[in-house]
T-cell receptor, first 119, second 112 residues
Framework: EPEVTQTPSHQVTQMGQEVILRCVPI?????FYWYRQILGQKVEFLVS????????KSEIFDDQFSVERPDGSNFTLKIRSTKLEDSAMYFC?????????????????FGPGTRLTVT | ELKVEQNPLFLSMQEGKNYTIYCNYS?????LYWYRQDPGKSLESLFV?????AVKQEGRLMASLDTKARLSTLHITAAVHDLSATYFC????????????FGKGTKLSVIP
């Protein structure tokens, strides 16, 4: 069964460093997302991406964050200058958007996550 | 601002018993999602509810949606230990949106 994959599974970085988290969404999906979950807390939306541009973003997604689809398969989240409070599990998700016979398919499938630790 | 509230936040129940988790949300929405998360793992999609009165069932779990009351329920029938996990509901922010706003989650422990 197709699934969303993410690399690395765990990333440790020093405050102020740049990190890039990578995701490979499910191949026929059109919508891509990043969420984060601080340990023990709820999942928070960061950004959604469709047709090579950001379609929605939250207040968390400030100028330190950027997303890119550099090729036909990868979807990346870059944090330019990491802060301690960026430590969290980052989940990539994707959804089909338009299913068979033009029917919209809304289900969002989540990847296994990247645990980011900022020291 | 869309708020999603789940209750209870913690639930300990015996195997074989039934229970219901509630999810209330503050503004009109046309899609509601239920996810399961095991410790240290990702989120597994359980249900997507798209319309008022929608009911979906998978095994011992049944989810329903009342858009007028802005309420969804996740009913657990004859719980088994394997259902122990954290269950999240999530709601989209508005028509045409794909942004999910999550509740805090309900940590379910099923005791033999």
């Amino acid at each position: 069964e197709p699934e969303v994959t993410q690399t690395p599974s765990h990333q440790v970085t020093q405050m102020g460093q740049e990190v890039i988290l990578r995701c490979v969404p499910i191949s026929n999906h059109l919508y891509f997302y990043w969420y984060r979950q601080i340990l023990g807390q709820k999942v928070e939306f960061l950004v959604s991406f469709y047709n090579n541009e950001i379609s929605e973003k939250s207040e968390i997604f400030d100028d330190q964050f950027s997303v890119e689809r550099p090729d036909g398969s990868n979807f990346t989240l870059k944090i330019r200058s990491t802060k301690l409070e960026d430590s969290a599990m980052y989940f990539c998700a994707s959804s089909e958007g338009i299913g068979t016979a033009g029917r919209r398919v809304y289900e969002q499938y989540f990847g296994p996550g990247t645990r980011l630790t900022v020291t | 601002e869309l708020k999603v509230e789940q209750n209870p936040l913690f639930l300990s129940m015996q195997e074989g018993k039934n229970y219901t988790i509630y999810c209330n949300y503050s503004t009109t929405s046309d899609r509601l999602y239920w996810y399961r998360q095991d410790p240290g793992k990702s989120l597994e999609s359980l249900f997507v509810l798209l319309s008022n009165g929608a009911v979906k069932q998978e095994g011992r779990l049944m989810a329903s949606l009342d858009t007028k009351a802005r309420l969804s329920t996740l009913h657990i029938t004859a719980a088994v230990h394997d259902l122990s996990a954290t269950y999240f509901c999530a709601v989209v922010s508005g028509a045409g949106s794909y942004q999910l706003t999550f509740g805090k989650g309900t940590k379910l422990s099923v005791i033999p």
